[in-house]
């Protein structure tokens, strides 16, 4: 019979080392192009599914935030102006912190549930439930 050493020894060279960034949920960037007036973000169902959010509901945000019009295509969102990456990744950065990274222990691993009209934040890790003030 191993003792007890052996055998954590043993658990430990079959565990996975996870590399990478300490932060788990890493948004990718936008990615895209400007075709006449329009932007293109050819990436946003990635973006959408890395948050685990409705795609309608990322749209609906960032054509509010940057007051512009557009339409969910397939995988992608078509904004009806021309636009910087940088403008569109800063935005999709406070779409994070408002709707899905939880402000007490700061994992991305969250639901939006309504409770009397009032949409929360309910943390699957911690458990917080905190309100989003952010209405659209």
Known sequence: MESYEQLLDKAYSQVKVVEGSSERCEIPKVEGNVTGNNTFITNFAQIADCLRRDPQHLAKFLQKELAVSGRVDGGRLILKTKLNSSKVNEK?????????????????????ISEKGIKYKHCLACGAKSPIKYHL
């Open 92 to 112: 999709i950065e406070k779409y994070s912190h408002e709707f899905v990274i939880c402000p007490v222990c700061g994992k991305p691993d969250t639901e939006v």
